[in-house]
């Protein structure tokens, strides 16, 4: 197949199923690898896609300038969607973003614009935003897609990758999906529960991460979890949350390297994870995990077992082994929760980072 440009290479991710790391032996849990999309993540269908209703509705003309916050997905599909439609693009970044990432998208002439004071909660999310305002009042002629809030975020999860998921599973128990923007989880959830009536949606954030009301604290993973809840998080559409702690997604990449050959990122392992703890509460079930991206993205951080020392989590203080991970996986460490917790708190949140 002769493409017309890498941006028609998106899509049509593969979907593994997992052999060796499963609670009981029929136990059916499969993982949408993510990761194979051009710039290397889930990011490219939402950013594609918002550039082209943006498009569509005259918001981008040739040569127009993009400025986004990203924390560093997006900013590679951005860097990537630039270079080949030709518009300017202005990233908002922080001193969390991986240099892989950065470089990434230097390579494809994006430019970066390094945040470096964190909010008064030791995140940087609030403060890349309010410099996104910034920039943007400085240049008038300049777009943010504001994939927070932006419709064609789910959109394109809801026309293109849940199509996918639905040709390819007779039945599906659960999806399995990791927060941020809530875009994925819920433009999938929205699409699939007319495909599978009886479906179970599992939201996965970090323990730390605000976005359903818990207090804000730093943690490790990246691409997972924010300090407020944004326009685009459905709760609506979320039947149960597990909150993944950093030593229990760390330890589901690691064993799944090894043992079945998935390189995945820090969400995906935390979405595998939770899989994992599904199934053993609903055994035989079949289940589908989304992992965001690659773990190629963090080889030299998170896979690095000196990087990890250096930032806190010693490595042995993981699990290695499938057989002490699927122990972990039955008794996790913050259980998975019925409803999305406290949703007033949520409100305060939201008001918080307004504020
Ligand atoms: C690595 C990673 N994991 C998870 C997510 C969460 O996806 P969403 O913004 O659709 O909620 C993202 C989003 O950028 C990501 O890059």
């Keep these: ?19 060796k790391l499963l609670p009981e032996p029929q136990d059916r849990i499969c993982v949408k690898l993510e990761g194979t999309n051009p710039s290397g993540s889930i990011k490219d269908r939402a950013a594609l896609h918002m550039v ?6 005259g918001r981008l003309t040739p040569g127009s300038t993009l400025v986004e916050s990203t924390s560093g997905n997006l900013g590679k599909s951005l860097a990537l969607i630039g270079a080949v439609k030709g518009y300017r693009v202005i990233l908002v970044v922080d001193p969390k973003t991986p240099q892989s990432v950065l470089s990434y998208a230097t390579s494809f002439g994006a430019e970066l614009d390094m945040v470096d004071r964190p909010d008064g909660n030791g995140s940087y999310q609030v403060a ?6 910034e920039l943007l009042a400085q240049n008038p002629e300049a777009r943010s897609l ?25 039945d599906l128990a659960a999806l399995v999906g990791t927060v941020s923007t809530g875009g994925h989880l819920s433009g999938l959830s929205s699409a699939l529960r007319e495909h599978f009536p009886s479906l179970h949606v599992r939201a996965v954030d970090a323990v730390g991460s605000a976005t359903f009301g818990h207090p804000f604290a730093p ?13 685009n998080l459905r709760t609506d559409l979320i039947d149960s949350l597990h909150r993944v702690a950093d030593t229990e997604a760390l330890s589901t990449c690691r064993v799944l390297a090894r043992e079945e050959g998935l390189l995945l990122g820090e969400s995906g392992g935390a979405a595998v994870f939770a899989a994992l703890a599904y199934a053993t509460a ?70 918080g980072a307004r504020a």
């Design 128 to 133: 890349r935003i309010r410099r996104v305002e």
């Design 219 to 231: 943690y490790m993973m990246r691409g997972i979890g924010l300090s407020w809840r944004p326009g």
């Design 52 to 57: 082209e209703e943006a498009e569509r509705h």
């Design 146 to 170: 504001d994939q927070y809030n932006n419709p064609d975020n789910p959109q394109a999860h809801a026309l293109h990758t849940a199509p996918e998921i639905a040709k390819d599973f007779d």
């Design 282 to 351: 609903h055994p035989g079930r079949p289940v589908l995990a989304i992992a965001p991206d690659t773990g190629a993205n963090y080889l030299y951080e998170s896979y690095d077992d000196a990087w990890l020392a250096e930032h806190g989590v010693p490595v042995d203080v993981l699990w290695h082994t499938s057989h002490d991970l699927l122990r972990h996986a039955r008794t996790p460490l913050y259980p998975p929760a019925a409803q999305p917790s406290d949703p007033q708190g949520t409100e305060r949140m939201i008001e």
């Design 1 to 19: 197949m002769i493409y017309e440009n890498v941006l028609e290479t998106l899509g049509d991710t593969p979907i593994v199923r997992l052999r």
